[in-house]
């Protein structure tokens, strides 16, 4: 049993089994499994439950204890390797959606490269609950997402609260203007599923039994469609700061309006060593760009009507 074992087992556990494990680290499948069948061996237990082959991740308890232990000996061999350099390292695995990459989060990647030029940024494009299952293996050290489970395994922050409005082609109407949800026609909205809250009260608002133009989760697809008269979207902040003026859009607000839609930036609740320490050095760059943003998450203060 060895460092390498342990590589190998937790890629079979967070790739989900032996094939993605053996694309992700360059070994072939026979030697992934003869591997893996060894190390069991030597602890004289199953780490997964199995009939012929490890053909899922479906862990015993024994495989469960072992994930735990198998990543702190790999983050203690990073860490044993760290003291050699007198440059710390800085290695980052970050997940985010994708309109929260797209439209708000460009400027923040831009000053982490310039802070730390030699770091190993990896940032992964997810939904949300992904993000979530990946924070909680150890395969993302944190993620931005745009929902909010608690749990005693997670620590959640939030970070960004952003105001919610109906894009759509110009008709003449004021900027700002405020509509009620029954001026717009249901079967020209191009839908998409912000948050859980934004969903409920959209439910509330329309006839769920009359579908959408279209139910999209891409923001430029939306921006396409926006160009054809009469369909409309209602969008965040800073997808709206996105568009173009050439788009002869206009931008309205809702009575009663959506609830604003919070961005979260979870991490593990018992982050190791140097994942704290690499979240600590994060949190320089990222701070000072929160504080530049207009939609700053404040939960003490009110957005104003």
């Known amino acids: 049993m060895d460092l390498n074992d342990m590589r190998i087992f937790l890629a079979v556990v967070q790739t989900g089994g032996i094939t993605a494990a053996a694309q992700s680290l360059f070994i072939s499948q026979p030697t992934i ?30 495989g469960e204890r072992l994930v735990d232990y198998a990543q702190r000996w790999v983050d203690l061999s990073r860490e044993i390797q760290n003291i050699q350099s007198d440059i710390p390292e800085f290695e980052l695995q970050l997940g985010c ?62 970070v960004f609260a952003e105001k919610m409005q109906v894009v759509r082609k110009r008709t003449g109407l004021p900027h700002g203007k405020q509509i009620q949800p029954q001026e717009l026609d249901r079967r020209k909205e191009l839908y998409i599923e912000w948050s859980p809250s934004f969903v409920q009260w959209h439910n509330i608002q329309w006839d769920v039994t009359v579908p959408p133009y279209l139910w999209i989760d891409s923001v430029p697809l939306m921006r396409s469609f926006l160009q054809r008269p009469g369909i409309w979207s209602i969008c965040p ?4 700061a996105s568009l173009s003026p050439a788009d002869d859009l206009e931008i309205l607000d809702l009575a009663p309006a959506p609830p604003d839609r919070i961005t979260y930036f979870v991490t593990h609740a018992a982050p ?6 690499n ?3 994060f949190r320089e760059a990222f701070d000072p760009f929160l504080s530049t943003l207009p939609y700053r998450y404040q939960s003490e203060k009110k957005r104003p009507d």
């Open 272 to 277: 190791t060593g140097s994942v704290k320490r």
């Open 33 to 62: 499994s003869y591997r893996i069948k060894n190390l069991e061996k030597e602890l004289g237990v199953r780490l997964f439950q199995r009939g012929q082959g490890i053909h899922n991740v479906d862990l015993t308890p024994a």
């Open 279 to 281: 979240l600590d050095l």
């Open 97 to 158: 959606v994708d309109s929260l990459n797209l439209y708000l989060l460009m400027p923040l990647y831009e000053s982490l490269s310039r802070a730390f030029p030699s770091a190993k940024i990896r940032i992964r494009t997810q939904q949300s609950l992904e993000i979530y299952h990946m924070v909680e293996t150890r395969e993302l050290d944190g993620g931005f997402v745009l929902r909010e489970l608690e749990s005693d395994r997670f620590h959640l922050e939030p």
């Open 237 to 240: 902040e800073s997808v709206i």
